[in-house]
């Protein structure tokens, strides 16, 4: 009987299936940091916590015998390794159609606005910026969180990069939604002074 995965759209076959029709390293560097952020969000946000490791046993065949390969993969390493459908590894067909049948819908979008980000913000500030939660002066963030650990402040330094979702003009800052979270609070949201930084196309 015919494998019913190998003709199953996936969200990340889609995504492997694009990876090399970029030549651009920065473009490539964005899709890999999405992938790792998908995997990041897969083992963290989801109570299956058995998705990841069975994903790298299909994708590497099957079963697994006592002297098989164990290690662990990462989805950031493995579209240079994805043999496409029209290949006898139907075993990565079924890993992908696994993976599209275990996360969320709204997982699968997140991912997707960061494997198709576009923008870049940089800091330029010599003296770096500070990343806020909202449009308070930061004399007004620093009363409530001295140590700028990111409950209402974060110091960024100087030429610190980092890819866009989204960012809009907001008075005198930008309102940035960031592909990676940062801090020891795990935002990706935040406010940041126009005139710390720039934001261009990648």
Partial sequence: MANQST???SFLKEAFNSFATYSNLQKQDVQRQALKWL??????DLADKTIIP???QMWRGGVLSSNADSSPLYLENLPGS???SKTLN???EDALAFIQEKVPQELQDEFKKRWEA????VVSNAEGAVFKIDEREITVLQAEDSEGNGTAWFKVENKQMYYLVSSEEKGNDFYVVLC????P???NAWYVAQSDVKISNI
Wanted: aromatic share 6%.
């Fill in 90 to 92: 139907n075993h990565q």
């Fill in 54 to 56: 069975q994903f790298n």
């Fill in 180 to 183: 990676a979270e940062v801090s």
């Fill in 7 to 9: 003709s199953t759209n």
């Fill in 118 to 121: 576009k923008t870049k913000i």
């Fill in 185 to 187: 609070q795990n935002r």
């Fill in 39 to 44: 995997q990041l969000h897969i083992e963290t």
């Fill in 82 to 84: 994805y043999k496409g």
